[in-house]
């Protein structure tokens, strides 16, 4: 008996601004969150079409500077495939809901992991 399993991809582009990114992994059987601030930048849609060129067109991109982190960094570290972001109205804000999303995650368990820095490249 043959089985089609459904599927399917989302296409956008993120919008710009202050964002909280976070990732969820499993490690030595404990769960563990990293968790640091990034900026999303609006770039011209010829360069957007070449990056998403260079990955795969069908799946959403982002165009995040993140602080404090690079990019060899995360992908060294970071022991999932996905990030989680939160947007926020300011860059003060989004350190506030940083510290918040970390004090919650710390609550329920999680081992918690503040990764590179503020906006103004201050540490936490």
């Not at 995040?64 to 690079?70: P, Y």
């Not at 060899?72 to 990030?83: E, G, S, V």
Request: proline share 3%; with cysteine.
């Amino acid at each position: 008996m043959y089985f089609r399993l459904g599927g399917g991809t989302l296409r956008g582009i993120a919008k710009p601004g202050e964002i909280v990114w976070s990732r969820i992994f499993v490690e030595g059987g404990a769960l563990k969150m990293d968790l640091g601030r990034a900026k999303v930048a609006a770039l011209p849609r010829t360069e957007t079409a070449r990056r998403w060129n260079e990955t795969t067109y069908q799946w959403p991109i982002m165009h995040a500077v993140i602080h404090g982190v690079s990019r060899d960094q995360m992908m060294a570290r970071h022991k999932a495939n996905h990030i989680q972001v939160a947007y926020a109205n300011s860059a003060g804000e989004a350190d506030l809901a940083l510290y918040t999303k970390a004090a919650l995650a710390a609550e329920l368990g999680l081992e918690v992991s503040l990764c590179g820095t503020k906006a103004d490249g201050q540490p936490f």
